[in-house]
């Protein structure tokens, strides 16, 4: 077993994502198999290669910092699940005293 | 009318034999008339593309100077932003969702009179190989609908095959517009990495993602090509070099003196033997047509699927962190008592489908400390040489040629709950998303057990997309001789 259950478990909590338990104990199978094939990858003996992180050798790509158009506030709110006085509600992120 | 060439309707819209507005209606009946048994699109947007096309129609009537697609009609995949169309990503977190912006992708297809159909089906958020990871519908392959049309752009391909569109776009991160165009026997292409804009494209694995085209024939797919390709200033991984010059490539197809390369690892155990008898038989076609054949070694290649299945969900599990159910999309649970964290976990929850979820928990896993060195590290070297094998292989050769996929279209369902064999269906595909480089897919033929397209994979260095369609070209005109039409009229009709 490469993955466990309560690793699993642990990695949606992380990714939050609220897993039922038929969920998990189907993924856990499933991560399982998937874990051990890809984990091909250590098979190559690899000390002095450097990682490939992008296709393109970009280091910082620099724009000119000038005033644009930007979206109006109606249409950023436009896709907003609630909206309040011009501003996205939110539920509380904070714990209440 | 709906069997022409984009560039045959582009041509006849220019010289007043035909309008847009009629090219747009002989498509939209024809969707009408399949779309209930192929079911490629998300939403068709009639009314918009008959506006559009009226547009075009009255701008070319004003005497305005228009391109070589202008007027023809398009089916846009769902990964897109349109700011008048929905944007789902086949995704219930973002149902409904309409942008309040354009992609490039979507300026440029406007700009050049493309008139946007509708929106295509897709994997969720273009993760797997069949279009069955879609939330709202399964689509079916034209040439067998009980079985997959390939993806994750297999709504675009679908709808291309079927003759719902002439033209459609596709994404491709891992395979996603070469194994559906190979599935469903036409041609599709990836662009070199940053050759086309990921401005508006709903993001998966950023350094994989390239938009490119769908088209029946190889001109066509240049056409397509060059018309939304090219730098963009909005997105930091463009490419600032002119488009390579992909439509004259098409034109001339040519292969005599070319070298070419065929990669000794894309063959045997776990390839369909009609895949492999079709793929012979263009290796021959080519020596036939004058190209130097020789076979190349690329040994990190077989480790590219394993690598591709930490990179990309690694980059997904960061990408996807965007879906928090604040400022768009889904908001489950948000019942004045649950805090934001909760409303977010509920939320993704609900929103996302199972090959979504595998894949955010796999790319946090690899990411982790403790196993980022293991995993996430390991692939990243192993993403270091499968380049290198390219680099080697493009000092002896300039094209280097596979099947495109393993097997052909499989039945739909069969590997819907087996990851794992869905991620076999890329295994060919892969190196060219690690590596950046070009790569096109364009039908050789029919499979000998279930006379099913087969796909040639042409793979280029990154920035000579051209040579892809001047290989795809000669091939596409030798095989449409010998077999004295194009392979699409070989399809049932619907």
Known sequence: ????????????????????????????????????????????????????????????VFRADEVRPSLGTAEALSGAPAAEDERFRVPRILEED | MIFKTAAELGALIASGETTSVEVTRAHLERIEQVEGRVNAFLHVAAERALEQAADVDRRRAEGEELGPLAGVPIAHKDVFTTKDMPTTCASKILEGWVPPYDATVTERLRAAGLVILGKTNMDEFAMGSST???????????????????????????????????????TDTGGSIRQPAAVTGIVGMKPTYGGSSRYGLVAFASSLDTPGPFARNVLDAALLHEAFSGYDPRDSTSVDEAVPPVVAAARQGDVAGLRVGVVKEFAGEGYQSGVLNRFNETVELLESLGAKVVEVSCPAFTY??????????????????RFDAMRYGLRVGDDGTRSAEEVMALTRAAGFGPEVKRRIILGTYALSSGYYDAYYGKAQQVRTLITRDFEAAFTQVDVLISPTTPTTAFPIGERADDPMAMYLADLCTIPSNMAGNAAISVPCGLADEDNLPVG???????????????????????????WSSPLLTKAPAL
């Open chain 2, 304 to 321: 590219a699927l394993a690598s591709y299945y930490l990179i990309a969900p690694s980059e997904a599990s960061s990408n996807l962190a």
């Open chain 2, 132 to 170: 069955e990871n879609s939330a709202y519908q399964v689509t079916s392959n034209p040439w067998d609908l009980t079985r997959i049309p390939g993806g994750s752009s297999g709504g675009s391909s679908a709808a291309v095959a079927a003759y719902e569109a002439p033209l459609a776009t596709g």
């Open chain 2, 456 to 482: 040639l994979q042409i793979m280029a260095p990154a920035l000579a997309d051209d040579r892809c369609y001047r290989v795809a070209a000669a091939v596409e005109t030798a095989l449409e001789s010998r």
């Open chain 1, 1 to 60: 077993m490469s993955i466990t259950r309560d690793e699993v478990a642990h990695l949606a909590r992380l990714s939050r994502l609220a897993l039922g338990d038929e969920e998990l104990d189907h993924f856990a199978v499933q991560l399982d198999a998937i874990v051990s094939a890809v984990a091909r990858v250590q098979e190559v003996a690899a000390e002095d290669i450097p990682p490939t992180t992008h296709a393109l050798p970009l280091v910082n």
